[in-house]
């Protein structure tokens, strides 16, 4: 649909207010609202414009201001959950449709609020589908008392001295025959379950790991229990639990994360989600698994999705912080030409190459964002019909590596990117009001949580190195071949390593193709590398876990992320070149997507230069003027580019970045409107009383 | 004085609790005491625990809990600012009598609360200074009132639409002849006094940043004045005073920014402070300075102690987390070889490698603080006593560039050391009582207040480049000589330029001296690019200020970056090889300065490659394997290297860093004392009303 046909495309991407930015729109290359209905796709701009319209439209998301207390806060946004649910927002028929929309539901909650969209995401979908895809048909019962909030969920793995290593979690479930009753119980507080997001204030049911015991005392491991740790009727804790709040947080402090210690609490013996294993009446152990590793994989495979949806959440952080970074840039002016006007300071290839790239990044993530959204649904449509085939393992564990470095890239992307931008804003990127610290703050446990970045970068170098001890056997290599296509380049390794750096001009360089190579390069050195250094230490005697643990720091680590750095790019690559690509559009998709590869590889030129990849001078020189000439390039289409990434200026909440570019009297009303700002201090009396005598007192310093 | 003497050692340096920490801290090398005494003298050590014990003495300054409101923590701050008016602690006659006392005052104060720290600072120091050092005789009177609080002051330059380009800065102050007064004046809301530290809640006069204009119109340029801004009986506003406080910030939140809006505002003649220029009661200017220039860089002068001062503020902050983040990973066990004990992650060759450079950098970024902090002092001396020298003015241009680049090299490395911190200790990190998200809130404004990073990096690069002008006349190249000899090595520019690596083996690469020859070919390397860089855009026709601006990127920026590292790791290496070290400590801080140095180094490899001073594979192989082999080497030292920057685990303030090493009860204890924490939350009755009709409504998605 073009963007300008009656009705649709003005109705759904309204006109910008006019502004100081319309000097930059006015010489951007293309049209925003193109690239908008091109990037988005009709059904997915109108889903988020009603995302959009139901939160401004209702006054329980009304913007309440900063400085509410922590327990104000929990309760605005139990009470927009609320309401989400009220509005059936979250019905998971509904926005299953189109797998895509759940993903634009998580990140448009996100961008508008980010303690509301994980409290009913971690309600709804995590505690949902770890009853879901965990238990049986005797747990179906408990879904429709989650969108009808009889129930409020919440899912306890981690405990205070465990996190990453959730196999050592120590809560236990002894199975009592005589009452047919599991007793869960935590024998100290160091196995207390902690940080689990719903649990310190509002949850009525967890799902509990915990090691399960059968009479006789034998342990079939960890398994998840469904418990009931509060009355719904007046939210206090069930007899035998002790539950709380763990406190303030560095952000998200709308969500209530919350511990709990079980004291011989017993639960009916259907309440074990039982889809890996099941105890009977008597207490005898039946799984359908052969070994208890299996089993536990099983267990924990729904924690991946988690993982593919913090791509997108970082994603979103990205996006915003990007939208007011340089909707400031275009419009903050400081220093010019002497004696001259001053020039906004996105005139300054400084302040183009801070910010830039990572424009750049935000369009290369969120295309690789939704794109392996994709990939997992698929994946999990082939897990409900119960597909065995080796494609379909084989495609698991393709999706398990993407995710597991995806994870780390995109969040630690988002950290530096909105940590540049707040600084590329100066003094006023301090103010709280402008938001760029709570997106810092908000994107901060993305590098933590659903699995530590460094620890899950292992799982993607570990299945690369698998792949190639696997066809190692095979010296003909051929057949290197994964569902997604993602390593079946290879299948030329090692003759990969022999390629070296071919442009021969600064022109050539401005093509993502260039970048592209480098990095097949740069994987297969970074896997041989990777290969010689664990060989290096087993041969010196190191254990398997020794050997593994001092390969990280300079291989099997930048392994894994050059690997999904060439994923994302090869896909936005792959993006820009589909024939679909309206012309208007072209240019700009590939300068972003050339900018987005050199940039990135830019950070592995030592092992470029290293590894004979590069060498001479010119070479690194050329990379750098490239990234140059494409921030030159995009400088103009950058105010454009994020016209197309942001939410309205209701979410995105940003005096500096709102859409009208009117930076001073946004920040100034802003600032005017805060409770008391004129008025003298309420402590005022103190100023004036017991002055200090000078001299009289000593600190004997 | 050996630390195990009677009565000194050990009352000033008490032994830590034992616990958990036990088995690094018997597996140091060396004794903390002896490195405590060696590293901060004994007069220090001893100014530093009667400024710890003052406050843990107290109650003013005992911890309040978190989630105080704004207000309240204004409330309380400036009280403990007034009860450290009380005590005589800020008295600068005291504290000048050692100058390193009034930067130990600082960070002190600092590691307790920054917002403390810097709200007594700018009273006292800042705009104490002011006065002193920009008024004359007459002005001398409002000294002793800052220490009695007969007043309370600040400091306001930037604007609400000027910071960096402060000569830009638009209120005016007019002289009127026929009542000898000035007129301040704000003409519109975007040149309003903003970011003012101090104005929002409790200043009474503020030292005014104006363009002076005469009688007939003409104006001479930026000029302080002081002016009263709020009654001290009442904290009232004056009248045509419109002053307020700008809001919540990302962190420091105790100390109140604010901004101020003059409306014809009339002040007496003498307050202004006419050290650079004075006008005469008819009305003529009059000044020593013969140009506007020459009189604007002296009235700013000022300014450059409070870029040491920070560089000092980021140390503090660094040390403070690495304390936090290693004592942690000493004691938090998560995974270990297969069926064994968890191991403490400080074991990780990851972990290590992720925090121990930090902890070599807190090492030499702290001598670097304290020694520039010695440089300025003598260079405040010489200004004092009028020094009209080329040496003073060599000196003055030389601690202009050194804090020019200083400020950014230990903000940042502090910025970022704190984010790696907080990652390292995974979720715990995350938890505000753990304190890593303070740091990491209250170091950040060090990035962009006094000077942005990014433009003041160009002081610096200048600096350099016009050095390099300036001896360009002499071919012999002889004469590169500046007083405190940061740039001597430059006297054999450009014939530095063919040294190469040429470290033979591993062993070569555990010395400083190996980084230090390669950063002075590196500085040099980019002295090198930064010119050519600049003639090639003057060449194609650009100005002087587009050709400043387009050789930043990768030319100008990384060259003071890394003369500054450079400098830091030459006066590290020399304190660690000076005769006066301890035999017993030689090893360990020679570790230290060369993991510092090699660390640094590591993030210029590619230009290390590209310049030819890397050549082949294993020189970069060779820089990775020292560095982890340094890391290896400190591990067992990390802990007792901790507990010699450590303060009292009161000012510490973190559960997970305290010196007993009791990470869980520790935490569990902070979480449980928390308010209300096993409560319901007060909107429990919310939870039975209104429950969502699943179904019934509909969103219309």
Avoid at 351 to 360: D, E, H, T
Avoid at 692 to 699: E, T
């Amino acid at each position: 649909m073009a963007p300008n046909e009656e009705g649709g495309g003005e109705a759904l991407l309204p006109d910008l207010p006019r502004g100081p930015l319309d000097a930059y729109r006015a010489r951007a290359s293309f049209s925003w609202k193109e690239l908008a209905l091109f990037w988005e796709g009709e059904d997915m701009l109108r889903l988020k414009k009603s995302i959009f319209s139901a939160l401004e439209s209702d006054p329980v998301f009304a913007r309440p201001g900063r400085g509410l207390p922590v327990e104000r806060l929990r309760e605005l946004t139990f009470l927009r959950c609320r309401r989400l649910l009220q509005l059936d927002m979250l019905r998971a028929d509904v926005l299953l449709r189109s797998p895509l929309r759940l993903l634009a539901l998580v990140t448009g909650l996100g961008m508008y609020d980010w303690s509301l969209a994980v409290k009913a995401f971690l309600h709804t979908f995590v505690f949902g589908s770890a009853i879901f895809n965990s238990g049986s048909e005797r747990h179906l019962k408990y879904i429709p008392k989650i969108f009808n909030m009889e129930i409020f969920g919440c899912f306890a793995l981690t405990e205070l001295s465990h996190g990453s290593n959730t196999k050592a979690v120590r809560t236990t479930a002894h199975y009592d025959p005589a009452t047919e009753e599991f007793v869960i119980h935590s024998p100290d507080f160091e196995a207390a379950k902690f940080w689990v997001g719903n649990m310190g204030k509002t949850a009525t049911h967890a799902v509990v790991f915990a090691q399960l015991y059968v009479p006789g005392g034998q342990c079939h491991g960890l398994h998840p229990f469904l418990v009931q740790i509060r009355d719904p009727k007046t939210l206090l804790p069930m007899p035998g639990v002790m539950v709380g709040d763990i406190g303030e947080k560095l952000g998200q402090n709308g969500l209530d994360n919350g511990f709990a210690m079980f004291h011989k609490v017993r639960i009916p013996r259907q309440d074990l989600l039982n889809r890996t294993g099941d105890v009977t009446p008597e207490g005898t152990y039946v799984t359908r698994f052969q070994d208890s590793r299996q089993r536990f994989g099983a267990s924990l495979g729904g924690l991946s999705a988690g993982r593919v949806c913090i791509v997108g959440m970082a994603v979103a952080n990205l996006k915003l912080a990007v939208c007011i970074a340089l909707r400031f840039s275009a419009t903050r002016r400081q220093f010019g030409p002497a004696d001259g006007e001053e020039i906004p300071v996105l005139e300054y290839q400084l302040q183009q190459w801070r910010l830039l790239p990572y424009l750049a990044a935000a369009y290369a993530l969120d295309h690789f964002s939704k794109s392996l959204f994709l990939d997992l649904v698929a994946l999990q449509q082939g897990l409900h019909r119960d597909d065995q085939s080796a494609r379909q393992a084989e495609l698991g564990r393709e999706i398990h590596a993407l995710a597991s470095a995806g994870k780390p890239l995109a969040s630690w992307t988002a950290q530096r990117g909105i940590q540049e931008c707040r600084e590329a804003c100066g003094g006023h990127g301090y103010l709280a009001v402008n938001r760029l610290g709570d997106l810092r703050n908000d994107n901060d446990p993305n590098s933590t949580y659903e699995g530590d970045n460094n620890v899950l970068l292992q799982q993607t170098s570990n299945y690369l190195l698998a792949l190639l001890d696997r066809e190692g056997a095979d010296p003909g290599g051929a057949r290197f071949e994964s569902p997604l296509k993602s390593v079946d380049f290879l299948a030329a390794y090692p003759a990969l390593l022999g390629r070296r750096f071919a442009a021969a001009s600064l022109q050539d360089c401005l093509d993502s193709a260039v970048p592209l190579a480098a990095y097949e390069w740069l994987v297969c050195y970074l896997l041989r590398e990777s290969r010689q250094q664990l060989a290096r230490e087993k041969r010196a005697g190191s254990s398997d876990f020794d050997a593994r643990n001092n390969s990280q720091a300079y291989c099997c680590r930048p392994l894994a992320l050059a690997f999904l750095e060439l994923t994302v790019l090869r896909r936005f690559h792959q993006h820009t070149r589909q024939p679909g690509v309206p012309p208007p559009l072209r240019a700009v998709l590939r300068q972003l997507s050339a900018l987005y590869g050199l940039w990135s590889l830019s950070q592995h030129s030592a092992l470029l230069y290293r590894g004979g990849y590069f060498s001479g001078e010119r070479a690194g020189k050329m990379l750098e003027d490239a990234i140059l000439e494409l921030c030159s390039q995009l400088k103009d289409d950058a105010v454009a580019l994020v016209d197309v990434l942001a939410p309205p200026d209701f979410v995105l909440d940003s005096p500096i970045g709102r859409a009208d570019g009117q930076l001073y009297r946004n920040l100034w009303g802003a600032v005017l409107q805060q409770p008391r700002v004129l008025e003298r201090p309420s402590w005022w009396p103190e100023f004036a009383a017991s002055k200090p005598a000078a001299g009289v007192a000593s600190s004997k310093l």
